[in-house]
């Protein structure tokens, strides 16, 4: 929903900015959009909870070893000499594996074979 919401907002700068209302010559007003799509990869992402808890490898072991989508939505509103950005990148790293080994996190043990959610 927020997505959504946040492409119209963007479009519809794009048409007023299209127009030639923002962007004319004469005016100290400037705006450009910018949208970016594409894939991120996680490199290294290892965590422990607890004193004694299995230190995790997200990426060998939690299925993070694979491509996340991404998108991004970027204004800059130029005023004169000076520039203000805006971005907006909702990103969600998220996956579900079957544990190969046992997993102790903060005294819980997870036995090997249970289904488990990483964020």
């Known amino acids: 929903m927020?997505?959504?919401?946040?492409?119209?907002?963007?479009?519809?700068?794009?048409?007023?900015?299209?127009?030639?209302?923002?962007?004319?010559?004469?005016n100290r007003f400037k705006l450009e959009l910018d949208y970016g799509i594409g894939f991120t990869e996680v490199i290294f992402h290892t965590i422990r909870f607890g004193q004694t808890g299995t230190v995790s490898n997200y990426v060998a072991d939690g299925g993070q070893d694979v491509l996340f989508p991404y998108q991004r939505y970027t204004t800059w509103l130029s005023i004169g000499k000076h520039t203000v950005y805006f971005l907006y990148q909702p990103f969600t790293v998220q996956s579900k594996v079957q544990l190969k080994n046992n997993l102790i996190l903060d005294g819980v043990t997870f036995p090997t074979g249970s289904g488990i959610l990483l964020n």
Do not use: D, F, Q, Y
């Open 2 to 26: 927020k997505t959504r919401l946040a492409l119209i907002v963007v479009l519809l700068i794009a048409v007023i900015s299209s127009a030639g209302m923002l962007n004319n010559p004469e």
